[in-house]
């Protein structure tokens, strides 16, 4: 089992800067991607950036330019990934939750996708 602990949320004026970190339990050194999803009241969860093991990344288009996903290698560990947020906007706020996707933990498991509990961003004067 693998979990992953978001924090670095709160409150930011339009124009702010926020960075999330998700740490998980254990070294997950099998895992095809990580990423930082959000869900605002009454809209459906997104995705807002990705890193893949390989170190490729996507962005959803609201948040190029402004916000940087970077997965934390030291040690070997694998088990952070950050996400730097600039020039935040109120369409920003929402609640954002940490996911590793495809994580094996070991040869007898399958692969699976684990999610954090969530952090409330809300950017606002």
């Known amino acids: 089992q693998v979990q992953l602990v978001e924090s670095g949320g709160g409150l930011v004026p339009p124009g702010g800067s926020l960075t999330l970190s998700c740490v998980a339990s254990r070294s997950i050194r099998d895992v095809d991607a990580m990423g930082w999803y959000r869900q605002a009241p009454g809209k459906r969860r997104e995705l807002v950036a990705r890193v893949t093991d390989g170190g490729s990344t996507n962005y959803a288009d609201s948040v190029k330019g402004r916000f940087t996903i970077s997965r934390d290698n030291a040690n070997n560990a694998k088990n952070m990934v950050d996400l730097q947020m600039n020039s935040l906007k109120p369409e920003d706020t929402a609640v954002y939750y940490c996911?590793?996707?495809?994580?094996?933990?070991?040869?007898?498991?399958?692969?699976?996708?684990?999610w954090g509990q969530g952090t409330q961003v809300t950017v606002s004067s």
């Open positions: 996911n590793a996707e495809g994580v094996k933990v070991s040869r007898f498991t399958p692969r699976r996708d684990y």
